[in-house]
């Protein structure tokens, strides 16, 4: 019990850190600076995102001199909306499709062939489902260079509207954030520090093919994590900051898309089944069980019930804390073992999936992954 309470005590400790530490990239009012920036977006199937996608990418200003799609074999009207755009504006244009070679995963390689295609010195990949907020793309490139950094990811604003969404999307964050040092990350150059999300990613064009680009992590899910690791393992310099004021994402609309999203990244985050499964004990030990516990602990007068109250009262202060921080809906907070549950869930039948060999798909596409 005691562990369990120095746990989640230090859990909070780590999440205030990072709430009160971690700096944000602020937007920087358009000016009529030189074009610097090629917007790269891979597209399959997103005719509902694309169009609020280019239209933000658009009014970026100046300083993005081309907006490149990559329409990956869809199947929707995703290219006849591209086009739509291309025609109101000339630095929107489509990559060349190519057929996926065996050995490579769908959005590395989407991401390979429009970086290959692009000619500014900075490459911004967004996902279809990134709106980036007006001014993102000089504010994003303001931050790269004052930090001296060739790669920077803003974590983004999670935009979530139903029910599902605002209870679940949530625990993104608090798993990401409860164990990421994001201050630590930006002084200490162990590849282990680099974080990335795959919504924004802003890259130094020459840095990019130095390190190998997405090649590099041609055959991996979990590819924008990856590849910050990568980057900093070949000796470049990448950071990630918090975006909430530069990038908004909807990552998935309902329930089945919760699941099937993040069934495909969970298991294949880890570098080992030995930590994988220590997440799993260690989340039901501390965040679901004393939720149990210390109602019935009180009840019987058990000696050590204050520990489990102290436990899930260190828990909810570390919801609290993020959801003040990153405008989480703040009612999610008491359906927290909930959520934890649902995770634990969904972990072990992302493991599951990787070890029979049944493998996880996406966007219609079947890949065999497993942790190293």
């Known amino acids: 019990n005691g562990i369990i309470l120095a ?44 169009g609020t996608c280019l239209e933000a990418a ?3 200003g100046p300083c993005v001199g081309e907006i490149i799609v990559y329409n990956d074999h869809s199947i929707d009207a995703t290219g006849a909306i591209v086009e739509q755009y291309r025609a109101r504006d000339a630095r929107v244009r489509l ?19 429009l970086a290959k295609e692009a000619r500014m010195p900075w490459l911004l990949f967004l996902d279809a489902d990134t709106e980036i907020q007006p001014g993102a793309a000089a504010g994003l490139l303001h931050e790269a260079v004052r930090r001296n950094a060739t790669l920077l990811s803003a974590w983004p604003f999670l935009v979530t ?41 802003l890259a130094n064009r020459e840095a990019y093919f130095r390190v190998g ?26 950071i990630c900051l918090d975006g909430k004021d530069v990038v908004h994402v909807r990552m998935y609309t309902s ?32 965040f679901i069980l004393p939720f149990v516990a210390a109602p019935i602990w009180l009840q019987t007068g ?35 073992p909930f959520g934890e549950a649902f995770l634990v869930m969904l972990g072990v039948y992302s493991w599951w999936l990787c070890v029979s060999g049944k493998g996880v798909s996406w966007k219609g596409r079947a890949y065999q992954v497993g942790a190293r």
């Open 7 to 50: 746990i989640c005590v230090f859990t909070l400790i780590v999440v205030l850190w990072n709430c009160l530490r971690w700096p944000s990239v602020r937007p920087q009012a358009i000016s009529d600076e030189e074009p610097s920036i090629a917007i790269l977006i891979p597209a399959r199937n997103e005719e509902l995102n694309i």
């Open 58 to 60: 658009i009014q970026q």
């Open 95 to 113: 990559a060349t499709p190519a057929d996926l070679p065996p050995d490579w995963f769908g959005k590395p390689f989407a991401c390979w062939r």
């Open 161 to 201: 509207k139903g029910f599902w969404e605002q209870l679940l999307m949530p625990m993104l964050n608090f798993l990401i954030i409860s164990s990421f040092p994001a201050p630590l990350s930006l002084k200490m150059k162990y590849p282990s520090l680099g974080v990335a999300h795959g919504a924004c990613i």
């Open 213 to 238: 680009g997405h090649e590099a992590v041609k055959n991996e899910i979990l590819e924008d994590l990856t590849l910050a690791r990568t980057w900093r393992k070949r000796g470049e310099w990448g």
């Open 255 to 286: 329930l089945g898309e919760i699941w099937r999203g993040f069934q495909k990244n969970f298991y294949a985050g880890f570098p080992s089944s030995f930590n994988f499964w220590g997440f799993v004990v260690s989340h039901v030990a501390c």
């Open 302 to 336: 058990t000696p050590y019930a204050w520990m489990a109250v102290g436990s899930v009262l260190a828990a909810l202060a570390t919801r609290l804390a993020l959801s003040l921080r990153f405008r989480h809906p703040v009612w999610s907070i008491l359906f927290h």
